[in-house]
């Protein structure tokens, strides 16, 4: 009878034991994968890397376990150990090695094999348990555990994207699991005699990772400045991306996962030109659109032109335009734009919304990131560029920011040829200004009226832009753009263009 009993808790110890491996190994390549990203802005390329990796890694650990000659149980245990520690600081890692080093991609591959190693160890060791618990090794026991394993695979990947990665981010979610793996370690240890000194090692690497994880803003704060030239006064992993902030000497700039989006010293020069190209270009514009552009800094701009009525932004993270309205170094550099009566935001992407509203407006300004990965590509497709141009009223301009017109000429092209192919009845202008933070920094503008470009007066307040220096960009020295095929949904050209054009300034 007691036998009986304790055969069912070894059962369920197993199998739980399993189910969790299974959460931790896959959390641990998305992990891996969108660190990689995050880093090096190339998302394809990294879970490409981290997932072929990994599973190569796992195929490895597979046929390593037939040279151990420890209980196997033990030797599940101390695999589940060394997998929690390096699992769990594997974020902690590749932020140092990105930030010190120049061999972040060597780290990268070496943490993803290793843990791929760890991982192929799990299931052998697992059926080998079961047998000498007693169970005879049977392809209906295989079976059960490869079912577990695909279970919690699942699991993993609602688990990641909906709760660990925009509750916890990516470093506390990986102090997370790594604890997980080492509570399963000490779940099996338990079931059999295990030496002292490994319960006592493992208990350790428990406390260990438990005080990572408590500790993980604290950490990943100085692993930031590592990364930052500039002190960071505001950090956020929102349900999209990382947010930060940098403040050194009235020099206040944004980060968006890693990609810098404006320094206060130069921003004007951007917002301004993007906003006076389009607003100058129509009699008296009211109803304006800008997709993007949750910071505020455009909306400042436009809320000068004394004929606008109404300014709807919308901007998928909630966290930005929300940073935006609160965080007073940001408030006193958008003069509080987001609080103004008449500007709404709208929380949502920007291809579903131009897709599905069905209002029109005098100018909508583009100011996306730069495509860099394929969740960005649809924004820069001809499929959007279409659908944007059916929100615009017959004489209203649109007006896109495009990429450095140095760093990423290809891609500037690129951006100019699939707004022509998308926009086939409208003239289409690229044109760039310089701005120091970012270089020579482009645009393209299409309109059906290019009689009326530059017809409106400049409003009062700038600090960059005036009517001499606009007409020099736009019609005496516009930007030079060569014929490339048009980025579409189903053929996302852009983010390969751009990587390729920025590969050359990347250490890779």
Do not use: C
């Amino acid at each position: 009878m007691t036998h009986g009993r304790i055969g069912r808790r070894e059962n369920v110890a197993l199998f739980t034991a399993a189910l969790l491996a299974a959460i931790g190994g896959l959390i641990y390549e998305l992990i891996l994968g969108t660190a990689a990203s995050y880093l090096l802005g190339d998302s394809v390329l990294s879970f490409s890397l981290a997932t072929g990796i990994t599973l190569f890694g796992m195929g490895i650990g597979s046929l390593l376990v037939n040279r151990f000659r420890a209980a196997p149980a033990v030797v599940f245990g101390v695999s589940e150990v060394f997998l929690g520690l390096i699992g769990g600081n594997s974020v902690l890692l590749l932020y140092l090695a990105f930030g010190r080093t120049r061999l972040h991609w060597v780290v990268f591959g070496s943490i993803s094999l290793t843990i791929g190693i760890l991982i192929g160890l799990e299931i052998p060791l697992l059926v080998r348990t079961f047998a000498a618990f007693g169970r005879r090794s049977t392809s209906e026991l295989l079976g059960k555990v490869m079912a577990i394993d695909y279970f919690g695979s699942l699991v993993a990947s609602l688990v990641f994207p909906l709760i660990l990665l925009p509750q916890l981010g990516l470093m506390r979610g990986a102090y997370l699991v790594g604890a997980l793996n080492v509570l399963v370690a000490v779940l099996v240890l338990l079931q059999v005699r295990t030496p002292r000194k490994i319960l006592w090692a493992a208990t350790a690497a428990v406390v260990a990772l438990v005080g990572m994880f408590a500790a993980a803003n604290r950490i990943e704060r100085s692993v930031e400045a590592l990364t930052y030239n500039d002190p960071v006064v505001y950090y956020q992993q929102t349900a999209y991306q990382k947010v930060v902030l940098t403040d050194y000497r009235n020099d206040l700039r944004m980060y968006l996962n890693g990609q810098l989006q404006f320094s206060s010293l130069d921003e004007a020069r951007y917002h301004e030109t993007l906003s006076a190209s389009a607003m100058t270009s129509v009699k008296d514009p009211a109803h304006i659109l800008v997709l993007g552009g949750g910071d505020g800094l455009l909306a400042r701009e436009i809320l000068r032109y004394p004929s606008v009525k109404d300014v709807t932004i919308v901007d998928i993270d909630p966290g930005v335009t929300e940073l935006a309205r609160s965080n007073r170094l940001l408030k006193d550099l958008n003069k509080a734009s987001l609080s103004d009566s008449r500007v709404s935001v709208v929380n949502d992407d920007a291809f579903t919304y131009v897709r599905d509203s069905g209002a029109t407006y005098d100018v909508v300004l583009v100011d996306l990131v730069d495509p860099s990965n394929e969740k960005l590509a649809k924004l820069y497709s001809t499929e959007f560029y279409r659908n944007v141009e059916a929100r615009l009223a017959p004489e209203g301009v649109m007006v896109t920011q495009a990429t450095s017109t140095f760093f990423s000429p290809h891609a500037f092209s690129t951006v100019a040829s699939t707004v022509a192919t998308s926009q086939p009845d409208r003239q289409i202008l690229p044109f760039s200004t310089n701005i120091p933070s970012f270089g020579e920094w482009g645009f393209v503008l299409s309109t059906k009226t290019p009689q009326n470009l530059i017809s409106q007066p400049l409003p009062e307040g700038l600090t960059y832009q005036d009517r001499k220096t606009l007409e020099f960009i736009m019609r005496t020295k516009p930007a030079r753009t060569e014929t490339m095929e048009p980025s579409t949904l189903l053929h996302p050209r852009i983010v390969e263009v751009y990587n390729r054009d920025m590969r050359q300034w990347r250490y890779y």
